[in-house]
């Protein structure tokens, strides 16, 4: 059975939206404003470990505009390009990029399949609404957050308010020169 991770760019009070740039929102583009090599090897070494890539609609339409057609040394590329990619969306009905295919159905119910088809991580990147969908679901191995420093006071955030509680543990933390600090926790319930 595979593992469902979450990855996520966060500011430090929350907010994914926009992280590397969109029109119209008024904070785009605050992931670019602190590079870091560090950052850029474990994003690899992330998609490189990855047997899938799980996305909902707006992530895959973004990703689908812009990866398709790029190379890189380091073969971030042509991962990216080549690995299924599994979309969850109510509105889409064709899929252009290479290797992407609609999850049917009821989409709770068409991951828990496709986390037991495959043998290795299921990857969900951006994705907002899926990835709330998912914690909320306890569908979740892994949430990866790169919390950047920037407090952005406004957007869309990864974890709205709730009336239900989840327990974590933190497993793994790391820190680059840029002030981006990674925690990776799992629920409670499945931590080792």
């Known amino acids: 059975m595979g593992r469902v991770v979450v990855t996520e760019f966060v500011s430090l009070d929350g907010v994914m939206e926009a992280p590397g740039g969109e029109p119209g929102y008024a904070h785009t583009g605050w992931v670019g404003r602190v590079p870091d090599g560090g950052q850029f090897s474990y994003k690899l070494e992330e998609i490189l470990e990855a047997e899938v890539h799980l996305l909902g609609r707006v992530?895959?339409?973004?990703f689908a505009g812009a990866w398709p057609g790029r190379t890189d040394e380091a073969g971030f590329s042509d991962k990216m390009n080549a690995m299924p990619k599994y979309v969850v969306s109510s509105t889409l009905d064709r899929l252009e990029w290479n290797n992407s295919h609609l999850l049917e159905g009821d989409p709770i119910a068409a991951i828990r399949a496709l986390?037991?088809?495959?043998g290795g991580v299921v990857?969900?990147?951006?994705?907002?609404?899926?990835a709330q969908a998912l914690l909320a679901g306890g569908l979740v191995d892994e949430l990866r957050l790169m919390i950047f420093p920037v407090v952005l006071g406004s957007g869309a955030r990864l974890l709205p308010d709730s009336p239900d509680r989840l327990e974590l543990e933190l497993v793994e933390t790391?820190?680059?020169?840029?002030?981006?600090?990674l925690v990776v926790?799992?629920?409670a319930a499945v931590a080792a």
Do not use: F, I, K, Q
Request: proline share 4%; hydrophobic share 30%.
């Open 174 to 181: 790391r820190s680059w020169d840029s002030g981006v600090v």
């Open 123 to 130: 990857l969900v990147a951006g994705s907002r609404t899926l």
């Open 59 to 62: 992530t895959y339409e973004s």
């Open 115 to 118: 986390r037991d088809r495959v």
């Open 185 to 187: 926790y799992r629920p």
